[in-house]
Structures are given as structure tokens and as C-alpha cells.
């Protein structure tokens, strides 16, 4: 991957953190409710396919849902966890610091959807100065995330 899409899919993985997280809980429930219906993804079953090459059996059709919904869990929470490392590791920043800067950039400018002019009014920061912090940050999240 190079540089620029590296960039783009952490920021892209920052900004959708909170709704990555609710859309888990909501794959995990349903995934809870399938597995609750049936013991079906204990067993193995042979897949038999229709006319037209898909899955005309209903009990494999079961099974898929609950591999692609195992599989979309998995997906959200690779992009997840490092990101909620990173805000663990930032949790206890104390003000003035580095660190307390990408804590409020994530919480101000990925959560709250406030521009960096507005953020940097609120820490008595330049707005050059935030952004650097932004790129610093962005490039720390990178790292979390195994880039």
C-alpha cells in the first residue's frame, strides 16, 4: 500500500470507529440469535447446489449467514481494536503534551466532527500546529494498526 492509501484507510478507520463498534454489537447479537435457533454450526453438512449454482439447501444456507456474519465481526473489530489501543494509550495524557493533543484530536476532530480551526480556538493552538499533530497522529494510528 503507499503512503497516501495508508493514510486515507486509517483516517477512514478513525472516523468510523464509534459506528464500527455499534455495528459489532449489532453483528454479535444477531449472531446470538442465530446460533441460539439452532446448534447447526456445530455440525458439518454437504452443500447441494440448484439449478442456477446456488445453495438450495437451507441448513447450508444457515451456515453461511453465520460465516459471513463471523466474518464481517472479525474484518470490523482488525480495524477496531488497534484504534481502541491507541485511545486506551492516550487515556491518561495530561494536558500540554503531545499525547494530549491526539487525544483531543480524536475525540474533537474524528468523534466530534469539529474543524481543526474550531479545535485549535479550544487549545489555544495554532491551527498549523494541529494539523502537524493531525499528520503525527494519523501516522501513529497507522502504526497500531500494522502498517
Same mark, same amino acid.
Given at each position: 500500500?503507499?503512503?497516501? $492509501?495508508?493514510?486515507?484507510?486509517? /483516517?477512514?478507520?478513525?472516523?468510523?470507529? +464509534?459506528? *464500527?463498534?455499534?455495528? @459489532?454489537?449489532? =453483528?454479535?447479537?444477531?449472531?446470538?440469535?442465530?446460533?441460539?435457533?439452532?446448534?447447526?454450526?456445530?455440525?458439518?453438512?454437504?452443500?447441494?447446489?440448484?439449478?442456477?449454482?446456488?445453495?438450495?439447501?437451507?441448513?447450508?444456507?444457515?451456515? $453461511?449467514?453465520?460465516?459471513?456474519? /463471523?466474518?464481517?465481526?472479525?474484518?470490523? +473489530?482488525? *480495524?477496531?481494536?488497534? @484504534?481502541?489501543? =491507541?485511545?486506551?494509550?492516550?487515556?491518561?495524557?495530561?494536558?500540554?503534551?503531545?499525547?494530549?493533543?491526539?487525544?483531543?484530536?480524536?475525540?474533537?476532530?474524528?468523534?466530534?466532527?469539529?474543524?481543526?480551526?474550531?479545535?485549535?480556538?479550544?487549545?489555544?493552538?495554532?491551527?498549523?500546529?494541529?494539523?502537524?499533530?493531525?499528520?503525527?497522529?494519523?501516522?501513529?494510528?497507522?502504526?497500531? =494498526?500494522?502498517?
Amino acid at each position: 500500500m503507499k503512503a497516501r $492509501e495508508i493514510f486515507k484507510f486509517t /483516517e477512514k478507520c478513525l472516523y468510523n470507529y +464509534k459506528a *464500527n463498534l455499534s455495528r @459489532i454489537g449489532v =453483528l454479535e447479537e444477531d449472531l446470538r440469535v442465530l446460533r441460539a435457533g439452532s446448534d447447526v454450526h456445530a455440525q458439518s453438512y454437504q452443500l447441494t447446489f440448484g439449478f442456477y449454482g446456488d445453495n438450495s439447501d437451507p441448513v447450508s444456507r444457515y451456515v $453461511e449467514k453465520i460465516e459471513s456474519l /463471523e466474518n464481517q465481526i472479525k474484518r470490523l +473489530k482488525r *480495524n477496531t481494536a488497534p @484504534i481502541t489501543e =491507541l485511545i486506551n494509550d492516550m487515556s491518561t495524557a495530561k494536558e500540554g503534551t503531545k499525547n494530549y493533543d491526539y487525544k483531543m484530536l480524536i475525540e474533537l476532530f474524528y468523534f466530534g466532527g469539529l474543524l481543526l480551526s474550531e479545535i485549535a480556538d479550544e487549545l489555544h493552538k495554532s491551527r498549523r500546529t494541529l494539523s502537524q499533530r493531525r499528520q503525527s497522529l494519523v501516522l501513529k494510528a497507522a502504526g497500531y =494498526l500494522g502498517f
